[in-house]
């Protein structure tokens, strides 16, 4: 089922998640459904608290060099913890809970983290790329936290006022 997405200023998104203990056929479901939303909204990451769910599952489908997706690709992360940080990197974000909003982040380049799959094995991971830039970007939901925190005070401010005036005029 295709879930509503939770849009910036909600503050559901503020929300810090909880870890999964059931790796059960309810998370299943989350998660499918989490997919079937991401897919919907031409997403490629997606926390569970953007459909208003305060679990720690994430998932992430990158796009092939044609820009298509393939569910083979598809990361499907419980209970994410990142061992190890390394170097750094910017790239222009998005985020389906900030529509038509992008700009440039800095984050770590490398990162090692480890995680659970849907039927509770546990994996570890080296990431690098955009691989690695949309693990940290979905991390932060985890813990409440949007890539517009990490604007400078001028660019938020900027970004604040015209995001007042859009969500005006969509009104
Ligand atoms: C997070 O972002 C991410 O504004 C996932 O109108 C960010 O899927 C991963 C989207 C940077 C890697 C690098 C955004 C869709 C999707 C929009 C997304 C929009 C429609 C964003
Ligand atoms: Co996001």
Redesign the pocket.
């Known amino acids: 089922m295709i879930r509503e997405i939770v849009i910036y200023p909600d503050k559901r998104l503020r929300k810090v998640s909880q870890d999964v203990t059931e790796f059960d056929e309810k998370l299943h479901n989350l998660l499918d459904d989490m997919y079937e939303t991401?897919i919907a909204?031409?997403?490629?990451?997606?926390a569970a608290i953007q459909i208003g769910i305060d679990k720690n599952a994430l998932l992430?489908n990158l796009a092939d060099e044609e820009g298509e997706q393939h569910k083979e690709d598809l990361l499907e992360v419980i209970n994410p913890k990142i061992t190890h940080l390394e170097g750094s990197e910017i790239?222009q974000?998005?985020?389906?809970s900030?529509?038509?909003?992008?700009d440039d982040i800095q984050r770590a380049k490398n990162i090692t983290v480890e995680y659970f799959d849907r039927y509770g094995n546990k994996i570890v991971r080296d990431l690098d790329g955009?691989l690695a830039?949309?693990m940290q970007?979905?991390m932060d939901h985890l813990k409440g936290h949007l890539?517009i925190e990490k604007l400078s005070y001028l660019k938020r401010k900027k970004f604040e006022k015209e995001w007042k005036k859009k969500l005006k005029a969509a009104k």
């Open positions: 991401m909204k031409d997403g490629i990451g997606l992430i790239y974000e998005g985020c389906l900030v529509p038509g909003y992008y955009l830039i949309a970007h979905e890539f």
